[in-house]
């Protein structure tokens, strides 16, 4: 399973960069307004410290609007992918894009025969939401296991991309489910480093070498 960033925040995607574990970017509407900046700025500074995918959603809702803002999002570089919300207009917008060939996120899955008519409308990605189907006591795991059996009967190439991840059991659960990206909020990469044994042996390690230096 590959890592995206699921950030606006270029300090952290600068930050997760550098770690060397990241291949994307997802960003949306919330993340963006967020930072408080021009989105069409903080899309470009994006594609500047990741070689890799990275999405940026459109925000009209019909069909002809998102064709125009993703004809334009994808001028700023070849990396843009189109995140789509998972509507009967954004499935015409994914029909057309595909054929211009500019890549597209179908975003908002919340059941599996969404993500399997996002991929046949030729969808380079979908996103299941984990996070806010958890909250409404539905198991969103459940839907990435559903999605990935249903892409692997039909050889369906459209990557699935785990969404809405809010702590390391969600990251652990995509992996197992056999997802092909997670893409993973900087709070949450920093607590999937962490491992209190990994910290007390550090100090163990350091405290045995000092001791010997000492005598
Ligand atoms: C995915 O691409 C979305 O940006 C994101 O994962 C939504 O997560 P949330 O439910 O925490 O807002």
Redesign the pocket.
């Known amino acids: 399973m590959k890592f995206f960033i699921?950030t606006a925040n270029v300090n952290e995607i600068k930050e997760a960069n550098a770690l060397g574990i990241i291949c994307g970017v997802?960003?949306?509407p919330?993340?963006i307004a967020k930072e408080g900046r021009d989105f069409v700025e903080v899309v470009k500074e994006i594609t500047t410290i990741v070689d890799g995918p990275i999405?940026a959603?459109v925000i009209s809702e019909d069909s002809q609007g998102m064709i125009n803002e993703a004809r334009n999002l994808s001028k700023i570089h070849k990396n843009i992918v189109i995140?789509i919300p998972m509507t009967a207009e954004g499935l015409k917008a994914v029909k057309c894009l595909s054929k211009e060939g500019i890549n597209t996120?179908v975003?908002l899955i919340f059941s599996a025969t969404q993500a399997l008519l996002a991929a046949r409308a030729g969808a380079s990605y979908v996103?299941p939401?984990v996070?806010?189907l958890d909250?409404i006591s539905t198991d969103g795991i459940k839907l990435v296991e559903d999605i990935v059996k249903i892409y692997k009967n039909y050889n369906i190439r459209t990557e699935v991309?785990v969404?809405?991840?809010?702590h390391p059991m969600h990251v652990l659960e995509a992996a197992k489910a056999g997802a092909d990206i997670a893409?993973v909020?900087y709070k949450v990469i920093m607590q999937m480093i962490k491992h209190p044994l990994t910290d007390i042996g550090i100090e163990r390690f350091l405290k045995d070498w000092e001791s010997v230096q000492n005598k």
């Open positions: 699921d997802t960003t949306n919330s993340l999405s959603e995140k996120n975003t996103s939401f996070g806010r909250d991309i969404a809405s991840i809010r893409t909020p």
